[in-house]
C-alpha cells in the first residue's frame, strides 16, 4: 500500500459525459502528479501540482483540468468524453516538487475510466 | 526534454542478472533518471534514480555513463516475481518523460 487513496476504483460512462477522478495523497505529501495509462500502453504524464499551484504539464488534453486544493487533495476532470479516453489513470505523490534528487513518487493504484 | 526509449521486452531465467537500458539522448544537465517497476493492474513503484555514474541499493544497480545519454538498470539475480514492465523517467523541474517500458519475463 503506497499511502496513496484514488476515487472511484472504476467509472464507466458515455461517450460526452465529465468526470471527475480524486486522489488523495501521502499524508506529508505536497506534490501530486496525474498520468494516463491506455491498454497495453506506456504511462503519459498529464499534470502535476505541488502545494496548490500547477508545477508541471505534459500532454494534457484542453478537455481535460486538474487542480489540487488547499488539503492537498486533488481532483482531475474530463469532460466530453471519447472513446479514446477509455484508459487508467494513476495518480501520483511526492514529497519535493519534481526533478530533484530523493523525488520518489508513491503511485495510486489507479482508476480505471470506460467510455462507451 | 529527452525523448526515452526501450527496448520492448526482454527474457530470461531465475538467478541471473538482467541489465534494461534506457536511451535519453537528449538529455539535459539538470535532469534526473529515475526508474519503475509496473504489474499489471497496478499503479508503478520506484526502483531507483541517479544523475551519473554508479547508484546501487538493495535491489539494483543503476549505471550513467560519464554523457548521461543512457542509463542501464541491473536486477542482480532476478526471480519469477521480477516479470513486470520496468520505465525510465527522465524528469527535470517542470517536464517529466516516461520511457516506452521493457517488458521483463522471467522463466523458472
Known amino acids: 500500500d503506497s499511502g496513496v487513496t484514488q476515487t472511484p476504483k472504476h467509472l464507466i460512462t458515455a461517450t460526452g459525459q465529465r468526470v471527475t477522478l480524486r486522489c488523495s495523497p501521502r499524508?506529508?505529501?505536497?506534490?501530486v502528479y496525474w498520468y494516463q495509462q491506455s491498454l497495453d500502453q506506456g504511462l503519459q504524464f498529464l499534470i502535476q501540482?505541488?502545494?496548490?499551484?500547477?508545477?508541471a504539464k505534459g500532454n494534457i488534453l484542453e478537455r481535460f483540468s486538474a487542480q489540487q486544493f488547499p488539503d492537498l487533495h486533488s481532483e482531475l476532470n474530463l469532460s466530453s468524453l471519447e472513446l479514446g479516453d477509455s484508459a487508467l489513470y494513476f495518480c501520483?505523490?511526492?514529497?519535493?516538487?519534481?526533478?530533484?534528487?530523493?523525488?520518489?513518487?508513491?503511485f495510486g493504484p489507479g482508476t480505471r475510466l470506460t467510455v462507451l | 526534454l529527452a525523448k526515452t526509449t526501450q527496448p520492448i521486452s526482454m527474457d530470461s531465467y531465475e538467478g541471473q542478472e538482467v541489465n534494461i537500458t534506457c536511451s535519453h539522448n537528449n538529455i539535459a544537465t539538470n535532469d534526473y533518471i529515475t526508474w519503475y517497476q509496473q504489474f499489471p493492474s497496478q499503479g508503478p513503484r520506484f526502483i531507483i534514480q541517479?544523475?551519473?555514474t554508479k547508484v546501487t541499493n538493495e535491489v539494483a544497480s543503476l549505471f550513467i555513463p560519464a554523457d548521461r545519454k543512457s542509463s542501464t538498470l541491473s536486477l542482480p539475480r532476478v526471480s519469477l516475481s521480477d516479470t513486470a514492465v520496468y520505465y525510465c523517467l527522465v524528469e527535470r523541474a517542470d517536464k517529466l518523460i516516461f520511457g516506452t517500458g521493457t517488458r521483463l519475463q522471467v522463466f523458472p
Open positions: 499524508s506529508g505529501d505536497l506534490s
Open positions: 501540482y505541488y502545494n496548490g499551484e500547477e508545477r
Open positions: 501520483a505523490s511526492s514529497t519535493l516538487s519534481g526533478g530533484r534528487p530523493g523525488n520518489e513518487q508513491f
Open positions: 541517479g544523475y551519473k
